[in-house]
């Protein structure tokens, strides 16, 4: 079991910047794939980016270039840095931890709401 608490949600205005952090506790971080979803009023939760155990990452179009994702093992987090916001990006964003082998674990944080907006 890994329980996921995302904080660094907020209003920020159009061309700022914020840094998500996803706290994961419970089980052995470094083997999971983490990944940053998100869900916007009346759309499909989408992801945004990803890293592997490896280091590995994956980014949707619309974010490459303005997001980076990372992680650190030793504090069993992972971040998302966000610059250049635009309000396109508005919606709740959510923390993932999967991983399978002859099963799927698949976790999900609470979710943090990030605004951008003047």
């Known amino acids: 079991q890994v329980q996921l608490v995302e904080s660094g949600g907020g209003l920020v205005q159009p061309g700022g910047s914020l840094r998500l952090s996803c706290a994961a506790s419970?089980?052995?971080?470094?083997?999971?794939?983490m990944g940053w979803y998100r869900q916007a009023p009346g759309k499909q939760r989408e992801l945004v980016a990803s890293?592997?155990?490896?280091?590995?990452?994956n980014y949707v179009d619309s974010v490459k270039g303005r997001f980076t994702i990372s992680r650190d093992n030793t504090k069993n987090t992972v971040y998302l840095q966000m610059i250049s916001l635009n309000p396109e990006d508005t919606a709740v964003y959510y923390c993932n931890a999967y991983r399978r082998d002859w099963k799927i674990y698949d976790y999900w944080g609470q979710g943090t709401q990030v605004t951008v907006s003047s």
């Open positions: 419970g089980s052995i971080f470094s083997i999971y794939t």
């Open positions: 890293i592997g155990s490896g280091g590995s990452t």
